[in-house]
């Protein structure tokens, strides 16, 4: 009977509007329930429909934000397991928090204190042990009852207000949000904020601060992040540099309606969390990436970000995957379409990362950094020898990467170099410049990019190069296969020579020596190619070592003179020399020119060698390995002088097999 | 059966299973093998839902057939992957918790404990003993649904709200 009745009354609340729902509440809340144990979901699914609530229930965490994600308004609560097969649950309790600004709920069988501190610092409005109690869920409508009044009640009481100010002033502080292991002070804070608001945790606190800023009304509403608003924000604080990114600067920056300083400081906070966590997810995806020979987009795609089962919340991250989910994911997923040629997905991905990651603080260039040697590594396993790692040169490159990348960021020139291959398969609804800077950069580098940080830096300096290099495209394959890039016409090693790409040498090293060098060679003398062979500098610390990502052709803004240089450089032999162990002088000299050749001549020698070496973030292994291949290199360097000059469309080949090397170099 | 389940009270005493006028079958049947929770799910039953309970119990045995043998093969596969094995026994701890399945339910903790010692000949040996409490609980919720069905309609009429 009882339960007949409910079920009527939640047929009718669900057609009625939103507001009548709302007159009948606590009946009719609607409840989405989260469980991958089929016999506890269906208990709980009945458990809440006898409290007369309006359940909706999957056993998938996916299918759950998924359906969050679609209307957020849908759902009042959340009530998610701990432990699911698909996603953490404290994963997707960060998640809706910061997406929706929903109450949550966890559930667990383990009530080890350890684990429900765990979900009180994710931002659990509660945690109840298994099995569950109707007695229980008879009160959880409190927690979106009390999220609600708090919403309202805080932004009048000048108490709250100071807890707020000095939160939101430091964004970095910890707060109730930050993921277990935040700093002391902001846990500290949000307990006496909790305390002083109510028991519960409450992931929303800081949009209700926020929101509390704006005319009390019925129904406040929530600040929704949107992609589009999130990207203002993020161009803002790229445009700042996200170590000087404030809120009231990016406030201003955005020029937002009705957007709040508070709402900008929270958001801010999430994102610095959630660009940590990035970083240190980018670099495993780099070496699953690398691994994978980054063929596959979707698997980039998924693996990054989507996913997200993958992130391992940071210590200190709260919670912004949510950012990552939305604006990056979109970004990278855009900018991945865009660049059809490329594995659209790494580069992109990376690019983005890049972007978004090189903002980071220092903790992300290590991130990187170690990404980065681990992707090399793993490229390395497969054979390429690009990038001779300078891992010193990868960190200094690293963190000026950090540095240089807010110029990147801003569109650089390079951007305007780029061919137009390049900047066709860059163009993306993405964040344009940082995503066009990154994701060019990221079309040379391809796979191997995975790193963020690297990426971009690469992107950047390949796309000096690589702008010359029309085969950019030949970044594709992933780690291994760039020998399939190169061989073809994108090798124009010859031409390049003659040409003036010269700029890149791409050499791609593919990840077979010998295969990769000929397709190194050739590529190198496309130079322009996207590989962007970073040569072991003799020039110290820049190591340029060119990553040979693709036999682009040099052509492309190569001036004839340097790619003589280049050309010199290459058939003299020195290749071998330079590829076994990192061009040194030749090379260095000639990359430096050929990277500054790119038409973008973004780059200027040094700088470009530089930031090349994020190509050679290969780890000294490659180093080892492209010492192996010199004498391929031989062989090679005769085959790219004979191979007929490309075309150096920058197109994606050429860039395809930069990328490649690149990656394997990375 | 729904002549038992006059209410949770007299449930509970027949779970208990001693001093109610419990079909002695039923207190053999479920006695000491379920707890409060089990009550708990036959109070969702109603006539909305009327086998429920039923449903239940049938969902759990084949979730926690599945999960078992998961753990089996985890057992073999992945020897002294203790925290593998942990995981999955805390699936089916979950399992049994919300049914109310409670010796089955301790057992799992014992294997648990197991993994955590770092103990694989205690985690095997728990494992058989999760395995025969399952085997066992099986056949007495059998038992225990088959008198419902005898009692037939007549219980529910006698259930108090």
């Known amino acids: ?666 | 059966m729904r002549n038992l389940r006059l209410s949770s009270h007299s449930r509970r005493a027949a779970l208990g299973d001693r001093g109610r006028r419990a079909h002695p079958d039923e207190v053999v049947a479920v006695g000491g093998y379920l707890d409060e929770q089990f009550c708990q799910v036959e109070d969702l039953q109603d006539d909305a839902s009327p086998n429920f309970t039923e449903e239940v119990v049938t969902l759990f045995f084949k979730d926690s057939a599945r999960l078992i043998s998961n753990i089996e093969q985890a057992l073999e596969k992945y020897p002294k992957d203790f925290s593998r094995w942990d995981a999955y026994m805390q699936q089916l701890k979950g399992s049994c918790s919300s049914i109310g399945a409670s010796r089955m339910k301790s057992e799992c903790m014992s294997f648990r404990d197991c993994c955590g010692q770092g103990n694989p000949e205690g985690c095997m040996r728990s494992f058989q003993k999760v395995k025969r409490e399952h085997g066992a609980l099986r056949q007495k919720l059998e038992a225990y649904f088959q008198l419902v069905r005898q009692a037939g309609p007549a219980g529910a009429a006698t259930r108090p709200v």
């Not at chain 1, 298994?130 to 008879?138: D, M, T």
């Open chain 1, 1 to 666: 009977m009882l339960l007949g009745a409910a079920r009527m009354e939640e047929k009718r609340a669900a057609v009625v509007a939103r507001e009548r729902e709302r007159d009948q509440f606590p009946v009719g809340m609607r409840v989405l329930a989260v469980d991958d144990d089929p016999v506890c979901l269906k208990v709980l699914e009945t458990l809440l429909r006898r409290c007369q609530y309006h359940v909706t229930t999957t056993n998938q965490a996916i299918t759950a934000l998924k359906l969050l994600r679609e209307n957020r308004d849908m759902f009042d609560l959340v009530i998610s397991d701990v432990h699911m097969p698909d996603m953490d649950g404290f994963k997707l309790l960060e998640l809706v928090g910061l997406e929706m600004d929903l109450p949550v709920i966890m559930l667990s069988v383990n009530g080890e204190t350890k684990s429900v501190m765990k979900g009180i610092t994710h931002g659990a409005c509660d945690y109840l042990l298994k099995p569950v109690r109707i007695e229980e869920l008879r009160n959880i409508w409190q927690h979106v009852v009390r999220r609600k009044f708090s919403k309202h009640e805080r932004s009048d009481l000048d108490v709250y207000k100071d807890f707020n100010k000095p939160l939101s002033a430091d964004p970095c502080h910890g707060h109730n949000q930050v993921a277990g292991g935040a700093s002391e002070p902001g846990g500290r804070i949000s307990r006496k904020r909790k305390e002083m608001h109510s028991d519960e945790e409450d992931e929303g606190e800081e949009n209700d601060f926020q929101e509390g800023d704006e005319p009390s009304a019925a129904k406040k509403p929530r600040v929704v992040w949107s992609i589009e608003l999130h990207q203002k924000f993020v161009a803002a604080v790229n445009q700042l540099g996200i170590d000087k990114a404030v809120p009231k600067r990016i406030l201003e920056l955005m020029n937002v309606e009705k957007l709040t300083r508070e709402n900008v400081a929270s958001h801010l906070q999430k994102y610095r969390l959630y660009l940590k966590r990035l970083s240190v997810e980018a670099s495993r995806q780099a070496s699953i990436v690398a691994a994978f020979g980054g063929r596959d987009p979707s698997f980039l795609h998924m693996g990054a970000f989507e996913g997200l089962q993958s992130y391992q919340p940071f210590a200190p991250c709260a919670a912004l995957p949510s950012f990552n989910p939305h604006g990056l994911l979109s970004r990278s997923t855009a900018a991945t379409f865009g660049v059809p040629e490329l594995s659209p997905a790494m580069t992109i991905q990376t690019a983005t990362n890049n972007g978004v990651i090189s903002h980071c603080a220092g903790d992300a260039n290590k991130f990187q950094l170690a990404g980065l040697q681990e992707n090399q590594q793993a490229n390395l396993g497969q054979g390429s020898a690009a990038s001779l790692g300078l891992t010193q040169l990868q960190q200094k490159w690293i963190h000026q990467e950090t540095n240089d990348l807010t110029d990147v960021f801003s569109g650089s020139a390079l951007a305007n170099t780029l061919s137009g291959a390049l900047q066709r398969s860059i163009s993306s609804p993405l964040p344009p410049q940082e995503l066009l800077d990154n994701t060019q950069a990221e079309v040379s580098l391809q796979q191997s990019i995975t790193l963020p940080s690297v990426s971009s830096e690469l992107i950047e300096r390949t796309l000096g190069v690589s702008a010359n290099l029309q085969d950019s495209s030949i970044s594709q394959q992933g780690a291994l296969p760039i020998n399939d890039g190169f061989t073809n016409d994108k090798l124009q090693l010859h031409d390049p020579f003659d040409s003036t790409s010269g700029t890149k040498f791409s050499v791609s090293m593919p990840v077979c020596p010998s295969a990769s060098l000929t397709a190194s060679s050739n590529t190198k003398s496309c130079v322009s190619s996207c590989s962007t062979v970073l040569l072991a500098p003799d020039t110290g610390s820049r190591s340029n070592c060119l990553q040979f990502g693709v036999a682009g052709d040099s052509r492309h803004g190569m001036d004839g003179m340097k790619q003589d240089h280049l050309h010199q450089g290459l058939s003299s032999g020195s290749f071998n020399h330079n590829f076994g162990a990192c061009m040194p002088e030749q090379t260095n000299a000639n990359v430096s020119y050929i990277v500054p050749q790119m038409k973008t001549n973004t780059m200027e020698s040094e700088d470009k060698l530089k930031q090349k070496n994020i190509y050679d973030l290969g780890i000294p292994k490659l180093h080892g390995g492209f010492n192996s291949n010199t004498c391929n290199f031989d062989g090679l360097l005769n085959s790219m002088i004979k191979a007929e000059k490309d075309d150096f469309s920058f197109s994606e080949n050429d860039l395809g097999c930069d990328f490649f090397s690149l990656g394997a170099c990375i």
